[in-house]
T-cell receptor, first 112, second 115 residues
């Protein structure tokens, strides 16, 4: 079973608005990564945040990590129609055979 | 940056035939590679962990005789779907693990359709 859980499962917003997605995990991690997947396509790596980091920025993306709550959030600012995709978090635990566990994903729809 | 090449990107095969999918780490050595499967509108489910030079470790419910994994070198792992059936149609993605800045790097995936 998947360890991670994302919420919301689906999010629909207007272009220009901000989108926030949350991810929770259950065990200790070494890092957590966020990925985007367009329908029927492969994964695109967005950002990696290490367990000793609390916040990270990359362009319009902002990721936070709260290890005490075992949760992370992805904020996309000034969204565009091209941001429409599914977003997954993947937690990596190097002590667990290095497995990376994916959440169920959030499907984001940005309306033009 | 770390790049993983997965090939083919899509394949259509007939029921009963076998299909091989390759996963290569292009600019780094990966001691561990992972194979995932994704059904439509679902998340990625780990199928197996592949360690160079040793047998793969399969997740519960994954048939090791059906999904043959070979990790012969530090830069190549292959997944062979044997005697494919329509229910094996799915999106298969590999990832290579490298400690350090990149963590896990994913291939672009292979869309398998069994007809």
């Amino acid at each position: 079973s998947q360890q991670g859980e994302e919420d919301p499962q689906a999010l629909s917003i207007q272009e220009g608005e901000n989108a926030t997605m949350n991810c929770s995990y259950k065990t200790s991690i070494n890092n957590l990564q966020w990925y985007r997947q367009n329908s029927g396509r492969g994964l695109v790596h967005l950002i990696l945040i290490r367990s000793n980091e609390r916040e990270k920025h990359s362009g319009r993306l902002r990721v936070t990590l709260d290890t005490s709550k075992k949760s992370s959030s992805l904020l996309i600012t000034a969204s565009r129609a091209a941001d429409t995709a599914s977003y997954f978090c993947a937690s990596a635990d190097y002590t667990n055979a290095g497995k990376s566990t994916f959440g169920d994903g959030t499907t984001l729809t940005v309306k033009p | 940056g770390a790049v993983v090449s997965q090939h083919p990107s899509w394949v259509i095969c007939k029921s009963g035939t076998s299909v091989k999918i390759e996963c290569r780490s292009l600019d780094f050595q990966a001691t561990t590679m992972f194979w995932y499967r994704q059904f439509p509108k679902q998340s990625l489910m780990l199928m197996a962990t592949s360690n160079e030079g040793s047998k793969a470790t399969y997740e519960q419910g994954v048939e090791k005789d059906k999904f043959l994994i070979n990790h012969a070198s530090l830069t190549l792992s292959t997944l062979t779907v044997t005697s494919a059936h329509p229910e094996d149609s799915s999106f298969y993605i590999c990832s290579a693990f490298a400690r350090g800045a990149y963590g896990y790097t994913f291939g672009s995936g292979t869309r398998l359709t069994v007809v």
